[in-house]
Every structure is written in C-alpha cells, then in structure tokens.
C-alpha cells in the first residue's frame, strides 16, 4: 500500500515537471481509445437496434408467406410435409375502425388489418409497417384466446394488443365490439362487429405504432396507426368485397420439414411470389450480413488508429525516459532493481490510460448522443444509442494492452541498464 502511494505521489509530481509531456501522451492514447470506443459503440448501437425487432421473434416457429390464397398451395405443402400448418390469412385491405379526437383537438384515425387464423396458438404473424409481416409471440393479458369451436365456426370475436385496447376502449376492451364498415351503413347484414375477447401484451409492432402516433401528433393535428385484429380465418366472408390477402403458413421448426417446404417452393414457387422460410435465425443472418462490411470496415479502420496512436505514444516514452535517464541511475545507485523499475513505470501507465480512457469513454457517449437524432432521422427509425459499464471497462483493458504492448519494449531497455551507462545518456 505504502509503494502504491508513493507510486501515486510520484506520478502527480512528474505531471507537475514536464506538463507538455503528459498532454501529448494523454492525447495520443485518447484519441486512439475514442476512435475505437466510439467506432464500436456505434455499430452495436445499430446492430442492438436492428435486432430488437428479431428478438421478439419465437425460436421455435418458422413460416412461408405468399401474396395470395390458393388452395392448391396449401394442399402441396400439406402433403410435402405431413403437418398441417397454422394458416393466417392477412388482409392488403385496411379498414377505417376508429376516430379519436384528443382533448387539444388533434385527430387519430385507426386502421383495422385483419389477421384470420386457422389454429389457436400463442404465436401469429403481425403486421410490419416496413417489411409487411413478422412473427410474434402472444401473450394475453387480459380475457382468453380464442376456442376451437370459435375457429372452427366462424365467430365474430377477436383479440388486440394493450394499444389498441388503450386507444379504442380506454383499456376496458374485453366484452365490446369493433366494427368494421366506419363509412358506411351503421347497422344491417353488411356490418362486421367482433368482440372483444383478448387483450395481448404489446409487442414490438405496437410500441413502434404508438411512437409513431406521438411523433405525428407532436407535428401536426392528425395521425394514423395501424391495429392488428386477430380473429376467426374466413373473415371475409362478413365483406361485399375483399381485397387480395398475404398468406402466411406457420410450422414449428424442423430441419426435415423445412427441406420439405423448400422442395414445394421450388417445384410451384415459379408461378408464386413465394417468401424464402423464415425464422429467427434466418433473420438475425440478415441482420448480421447487411452490417458485415461496415464491421469489418471500422474494425480495420479503429485497430490501425490504435497502432499509430500506440507508436506515438511510444515515442512520448522514449523521450520521457531518455528525459528521467537521471532519475532511474539514482534510483538503481540506491539499491532499487529492474523490476522496482518496471513496476513504477507500468503503474504510471495504467493511470495515465485509466485518465485517458474515462476521458475517452465519456466523449464517445456524448458524441454517440450527438449523432443518434441524425441517424434516427435519416438512417434507422428504431435507432438508440447503447453504451454500458462493461463498455467502458473493456476500453480500459483494451487502452492497458495497447500502452503496454508498445511502451513494454522501451521501459525493459532503460530498465535492465547498468547505473553507469544510464548516467551516460545525454
């Protein structure tokens, strides 16, 4: 403890002696940390932002799309792979439901997309505003899901998430109805009213809706969102017309039958605009192959900054020890030997890269923050810059090994010199 001190102590009065010395050296080691830290915050940034959407996504499902309803691919795939599939049928038709007028005045229109679903399940397609249609888990927390017999017999109900609950009902959603045909006729045979039975947990999709609808509200006095109605399959028989759905097929996942459903894919897929079979895993490959360049661009990028800026700092080191060649002859004259030496020189660097990279560290965030609006704006939607203790703790290891790596040769030297050469140097 009392060497650590005296460590401390001697370190603060070499800053005092030679100021220029340790700015140059503070600045060549943080510049190299702050290209590296702030290089790589921003790329796990956009990685984590890019995979919120995939980790709400099931690990256990996969599912085919296709832009229209045909029987005879449904028969195909049944029969090539020997399962029935959850089948849900999306419509390309949104319909007006809704009309919210918020007490200032502002106006919210909400779009009813319909999901009908051939199966229960706790995992359906919903409707992505961006790329059309994701997987999602369910989990209800208000009411139930539906019953087989509900499926099976058509019925009028179904279930919305908390947002829509929220916006239509004011959160007292099980029991009441929504209705379909808000232009027209207000009753009659023409009018499709499903009940309530279901509230489901948001989701991804209903986070991004309600943030869109602040952001629209915040500009101007209207805006529009989009609710996902889940309900019995054959919907649009309660329609005069009906537009050409999205047909999703969900299994749950299994290597044999995915080989199964790509050999149907190939065999009829040249006359459909089949989806490739997706899954979480095949998403987070695209997630990480569109990133691939970009990383590998900046990993050359910030490790070439982190030689030149380890070469510079070097330099400062050797200058600084020809510059103290006195202090360690005196030293050495009075009993203290290389590894003293070696000790009092490593520990004056891990302070100095402790100082370097907390200022590093800090600017980096500040600068991440700075730049998200930008990127929020014209890059990624779902932006948010990701930073952590652990960030900074690894900038720290990785400023030690880069100081030690480059300034370890020239302490060893002027360390293992005898006294009467040290004292030589001019």
């Not at 795939?77 to 390309?92: K, Q």
């Not at 987070?284 to 050359?300: D, F, G, T």
């Not at 360690?328 to 590894?339: E, Q, R, V, Y």
């Not at 100095?352 to 990127?375: D, E, F, K």
């Amino acid at each position: 403890m009392r060497k650590i001190l005296f460590y401390f102590s001697h370190i603060i009065k070499m800053a005092r002696a030679s100021k220029l010395r340790l700015f140059l050296l503070l600045l060549g080691i943080t510049i190299g940390l702050f290209g590296y830290s702030f290089g790589t915050m921003c790329i796990d940034s956009y990685y984590d932002s890019l995979l919120r959407e995939v980790e709400e996504m099931p690990d256990d499902t996969m599912y085919v799309s296709i832009d229209n309803e045909y029987e005879n691919i449904t028969r195909e795939l049944v029969s090539s792979t020997g399962e029935m599939p959850l089948v849900e049928r999306i419509s390309s038709d949104n319909k007006l439901i809704y009309r919210l007028f918020t007490a200032d005045g502002k106006e919210t229109d909400v779009y009813g997309k319909l999901h009908g679903v051939s199966k229960v399940s706790d995992v359906y397609t919903l409707w992505d505003m961006k790329y059309g249609v994701n997987m999602s888990d369910i989990t209800i927390t208000e009411g139930r899901n539906f019953t087989g017999t509900e499926i099976q017999n058509n019925e009028k109900v179904c279930l919305i998430d908390e947002f829509t609950a929220e916006l239509i009902f004011e959160g007292d959603a099980i029991g009441k109805q929504i209705q379909f045909n808000y232009w027209g006729e207000t009753s009659g045979d023409n009018i499709a009213a499903y009940e309530v039975i279901g509230v489901y947990k948001d989701t991804y999709y209903s986070r991004k809706r309600r943030e869109l609808r602040e952001s629209q509200l915040a500009e101007s006095d209207n805006a529009y969102v989009y609710a996902d109605i889940i309900c019995p399959y054959h919907y649009s028989e309660f329609f005069e017309e009906y537009d050409n759905p999205t047909v999703t097929y969900l299994w749950k996942k299994d290597d044999e039958i995915r080989k199964n459903i790509v050999n149907t894919i190939t065999k009829v897929g040249i006359d459909y605009n089949f989806s490739p079979v997706t899954d979480r895993d095949y998403e987070m490959e695209i997630v990480e192959a569109s990133l691939q360049n970009i990383k590998y661009a900046v990993n050359w990028v910030t490790k070439i900054l982190l030689v030149i800026t380890g070469i510079f700092s070097m330099s400062i080191m050797c200058f600084a020890l020809k510059e103290r060649a006195w202090e360690i002859g005196i030293k050495k004259a009075f009993g203290a030997d290389s590894l003293d030496l070696i000790v009092q020189f490593v520990f004056e660097i891990s302070f100095t890269v402790l100082i370097a990279a907390s200022i590093a560290y800090g600017a980096s965030v500040w600068a991440l923050n700075m730049t998200s609006g930008y990127i929020t704006d014209n890059l990624l939607s779902d932006y948010l810059p990701k930073y952590d203790v652990a960030s900074y703790f690894k900038l720290l290891a990785i400023g030690l090994a880069q100081n030690l790596v480059f300034m370890l040769v020239p302490i060893l030297i002027y360390s293992g010199k005898k006294v009467v050469k040290i004292l030589k140097v001019d």
